[in-house]
């Protein structure tokens, strides 16, 4: 949509096959905040698709902070080009997305309404695409989720070195990991380079990253036996959509791997906030229903003590008997 990327004298790592995008680029449009921006249907705790319920698995077991020792470093402090190994992407062609907010910041504000912001990322909606937030305890977001009809999809930025190279370690990172939890994953190539494909209990996953200057963007696929596969409507939604990704890095030096923030519409963050706020009320009533219930005093399950009547002998009560006499 935004046409090539300028290079800005920043170097730039895979290659993409040309992916047409623009269904995603015009179809959008003003949907995006009517009918497929349907916010009842946002989760605000994990997300309970159960045909696919193991992507939270592989999200939430693989942090970006357990990557490595270099985590700890800062982007600014990481060396040049020329110490990072080359891509294995092959020869570049003329490609697309994912851009640098500072590149397109002018064009993009010709189809901001045709975008979802997020802070750190700005993406297309797909078709028929539903948005859920996933929220952590305290009620803030830590990832946003487009789910679609085939699977969901979700895209995250995280902080990078200056030169390219940190897609690469953390796809082998993310390898190691899932196999050890006993998944399948294979290395396969796609638009931007390598991919991963992982075959786990509860769902099929693809990995699709790109590193950008001083960013990396990393897109998830989950979907059901087989929705991952290479040529399936869930991957060329994907790729469509990390076509068209934004990314908004910032100037603050961060942790490498660090995540970017997700930063909410004001419209979404308050509906959320007030969901959340009920949520929490409703823990609270019950808490204190449960309460109660401990102090109330124990209610018996024994019959109740009848008074003792007065003793009767052969020749009737005492009382009888004295008025004989």
């Known amino acids: 949509m935004f046409g090539r990327k300028r290079s800005g004298g920043r170097r730039r790592s895979g290659a993409d096959d040309g992916y047409d995008s623009g269904a995603y680029a015009e179809e959008s449009g003003d949907e995006y905040y009517a009918d497929e921006y349907d916010t009842d249907e946002y989760a605000t705790g994990d997300y309970g698709a159960p045909e696919y319920s193991g992507y939270a698995h592989a999200e939430s077991d693989y942090p970006e902070d357990d990557y490595g020792e270099e985590a700890a470093a800062y982007d600014d402090a990481y060396p040049e080009d020329d110490d990072f190994p080359a891509d294995d992407s092959g020869t570049e062609p003329q490609r697309t997305g994912p851009y640098d907010y500072d590149e397109v910041a002018e064009l993009l504000e010709s189809v901001s309404d ?37 699977g969901r999809i979700t895209v995250a930025a995280y902080a990078a070195p200056k030169s390219p190279g940190q897609w690469r370690t953390v796809a082998a990172d993310l390898a190691d990991s899932l196999r050890k939890d006993g998944s399948a994953v294979s290395v396969q190539t796609g638009p931007w380079g390598r991919e991963l494909f992982a075959v786990t209990e509860g769902a099929d996953l693809r990995f699709i990253g790109v ?17 991952a596969d290479e040529g399936s409507p869930l991957v060329a939604a994907a790729r469509a959509i990390m076509s068209e990704t934004v990314v908004r890095r910032g100037t603050e030096p961060l942790p490498v791997r660090e995540p970017l923030p997700v930063v909410l519409p ?10 959340h706020q009920q949520q929490v009320l409703a823990q609270q009533q019950a808490v204190a229903a449960q309460a109660a219930a401990r102090t109330a005093p124990p209610t018996s399950v024994l019959p109740p003590v009848m008074p003792e009547q007065p003793r009767r002998g052969a020749a009737g009560s005492a009382m009888q008997q004295l008025g004989r006499n």
């Open 114 to 150: 045709q975008r979802l912001d997020l802070g750190s990322v700005i993406l297309p909606v797909p078709p028929g695409g539903q948005l859920q937030v996933e929220m952590t305890p305290e009620g803030t977001p830590q990832a946003v989720h487009l789910a679609t009809e085939h």
């Open 266 to 275: 004001q419209q979404l963050a308050e509906q959320l906030a007030a969901a």
């Open 211 to 227: 590193d950008g200057y001083r960013w990396m963007v990393r897109l998830v696929a989950a979907g059901p036996t087989g929705s």
